[in-house]
């Protein structure tokens, strides 16, 4: 085994946890891989010899490297129509395999992601690599041109901006099913007073079906706002064909039709009823996903 051999070995032992901070920074799996292949590349062109904590090295650069993405990205965001979900990352109900694990590890959330794009690039990079991955303020503050301390009010004023904008869902999979099992059944029977019930009075309903089709992403706030898309959630469940997944560890369901996924559903169950409910039906992106269900 060459040297270029040994470090791509020790470069493939943090590759999960990179790819589980970009994902978090960029909301995009793609930007993500993209972002931890930049970092191969300058650990490849760098002296590895000189890097006490390669980990940490790493988490650094990968940090940069997104914090340099999310500003570009920002810089060209003219239009609100840009707006859209996070990628989600769908498993089975047994969990997926190590690396989804690790994405989604913390209740990573499409519900939390979509409150992080609300953030500063600063702020979401002190409060991601701070609260989600303990990296101290003083290794921070270079990658954002602060002292520590600004570093620590970043993440700080990102934090505030956090709390309480998440419900946390019910730590038993198995509620979370039944509650939305039975959502599914309401919504095919017609069922708008079942439905209703279901659904916490302050449930947030976000839509992406794409720019084109729609206009970008959509929210919808309370019970009967969200109730009030009866007809649309009826048609869903008698077009489509159901599959059961986790999406970024929540009970959801991929819309299947002929054989091909169609939409992506994830709900946040909180005390018995939906607090919170994403939609993914942008045909570009579900074509491009790479899709967990029990149909593989």
């Known amino acids: 085994m060459d040297a270029n051999d040994f470090l791509a070995g020790r470069f493939e032992e943090h590759r999960s946890h990179l790819k589980a901070v970009a994902y978090r920074m960029l909301g ?21 010899g000189e890097i006490d ?11 940069r490297v997104c914090l340099d993405m999310l500003r570009t ?13 996070p990628d989600p990352v769908i498993s089975g ?43 101290p303020f003083e290794q921070i503050a270079p990658i ?15 934090r505030q901006r956090v709390r309480g904008t998440v419900p946390s869902p019910d730590p038993d999979p198995s509620r979370q099913r039944r509650v939305v099992d039975a959502f599914l059944a309401a919504a095919r029977g017609g069922d708008f007073e079942a439905l209703l019930a279901l659904l916490d009075p302050d449930v947030v309903m976000r839509v ?13 706030n309370g019970a009967a706002a969200v109730a009030g898309q009866m007809t649309n959630f009826k048609r869903f469940s008698t077009t489509y064909t159901a599959e059961p997944v986790l999406v970024n560890g929540v009970v959801g369901f991929v819309g299947m039709l002929n054989g091909e996924p169609r939409s992506v559903l994830s709900f946040i169950v909180t005390d018995g009823r939906i607090a919170a409910l994403e939609i993914l039906s942008d045909p570009d992106r579900i074509a491009g996903l790479v899709l967990t269900t029990p149909a593989d």
């Not at 590890?105 to 499409?110: K, S, T």
């Not at 992406?208 to 919808?220: E, L, P, R, Y």
């Open 28 to 48: 995009s799996l793609a930007e993500a891989d993209d972002a931890v292949q930049e970092a191969w590349l300058r650990l490849s062109r760098t002296d590895s």
């Open 53 to 63: 904590n390669l980990g940490g090295w790493l988490t650094t650069v990968v940090g």
């Open 73 to 85: 990205r920002t810089s060209r965001r003219e239009d609100p129509l840009e707006q859209r979900l």
């Open 93 to 135: 109900e047994d969990g997926g395999d190590p690396e989804q694990q690790v994405l989604v590890a913390d209740a990573v959330g499409l519900a939390l992601l979509v409150v992080l794009e609300s953030l500063s690039p600063a702020e979401r990079l002190a409060f991601v690599l701070h609260d989600m991955f303990a990296v």
């Open 144 to 158: 954002v041109d602060r002292t520590p301390a600004t570093a620590k009010k970043l993440a700080s004023r990102a």
């Open 208 to 220: 992406d079906a794409g720019a084109v089709a729609k206009g970008g992403m959509w929210t919808i």
